[in-house]
């Protein structure tokens, strides 16, 4: 394992023979950090008065034209009245009651899926 108060030790040592090193080390590096801090002050985001000032306004010259779309076929209808209950004609035509094994079958395939999601959990 590092010994880390050996090693600061040594840097301090370092840093203490050397003078001049240090001297330059420690402009370059206030240098360094005044430069980045110029950088970013540039480099930030205008104000918005300045952006309102380069947005560009639309002209129309010209009306403007839809798009034109899939057409609706004669007959069609896209909306209607639906009533609130079925008549005995439409109960016969589109309801069928299950039987016992069509009930069975459906239980036992919902069974199948619980046990699929539940696994083998408590």
């Not at 380069?54 to 909306?79: F, N």
Request: overall charge negative; proline content about 6%.
């Amino acid at each position: 394992m590092i010994d880390f108060s050996d090693v600061v030790s040594e840097i301090q040592d370092y840093l203490s023979q050397n003078k001049k090193r240090t001297l330059v080390l420690c402009t370059l590096l206030i240098f360094m950090t005044v430069s980045a801090i110029v950088i970013l002050s540039r480099s930030m985001p205008t104000s918005v008065k300045e952006k309102k000032k380069t947005q560009r306004s639309l002209v129309l010259d010209e009306s403007l034209v839809p798009p034109k779309g899939p057409e609706v076929p004669d007959g069609y209808i896209t909306a209607r009245r639906t009533a609130d209950k079925w008549n005995a004609e439409e109960i016969n035509k589109w309801f069928t009651e299950p039987d016992k094994a069509e009930l069975d079958n459906l239980a036992s395939s919902n069974d199948r899926i619980i046990e699929d999601i539940i696994g083998a959990a408590p």
